[in-house]
């Protein structure tokens, strides 16, 4: 079952992420965001999964120059979608 949150005005909004959710807590909700991270690796010049998993994804995002609003665009695009049974 997933946690409906209510948004700005008053939609419901299921599993949304956000700048104050951790790595961890993004990865153990939506496992398959893993290759969301993985993709900005590169950016950051560091395995985020390992440097910033106990760290909010807006600090990780400033921290590591990362663009934020992108960032969370594609991580909830990839918490919408089904998860790939191919793999």
Same mark, same amino acid.
């Given at each position: 079952? #997933? #946690?409906?949150l =209510?948004g700005r +005005? $008053?939609?419901?909004?299921?599993g @949304?992420?956000? %700048?104050?959710?951790t ?7 939506? #496992? ?5 991270? #993985?993709?900005?690796?590169?950016a +950051?010049?560091?395995c985020?999964?390992?440097a910033?998993l106990?760290? +909010?994804? $807006?600090?990780?995002? @400033? ?6 609003? $992108? ?5 909830? =695009?990839?918490?919408?979608?089904p %998860?790939?049974?191919? =793999?």
């Open positions: 079952m #997933r #946690r409906t =209510k +005005a $008053g939609e419901a909004q299921v @949304r992420i956000t %700048p104050e959710m790595v961890l807590e993004i990865l153990c909700r939506h #496992r398959h965001t893993e290759e969301v991270f #993985r993709q900005y690796d590169g +950051a010049v560091v985020l999964c390992c910033a106990f760290d +909010a994804v $807006g600090e990780t995002a @400033r921290k590591y120059g990362l663009d934020l609003q $992108g960032l969370l665009a594609s991580l909830e =695009k990839a918490a919408a979608a %998860p790939d049974e191919s =793999k």
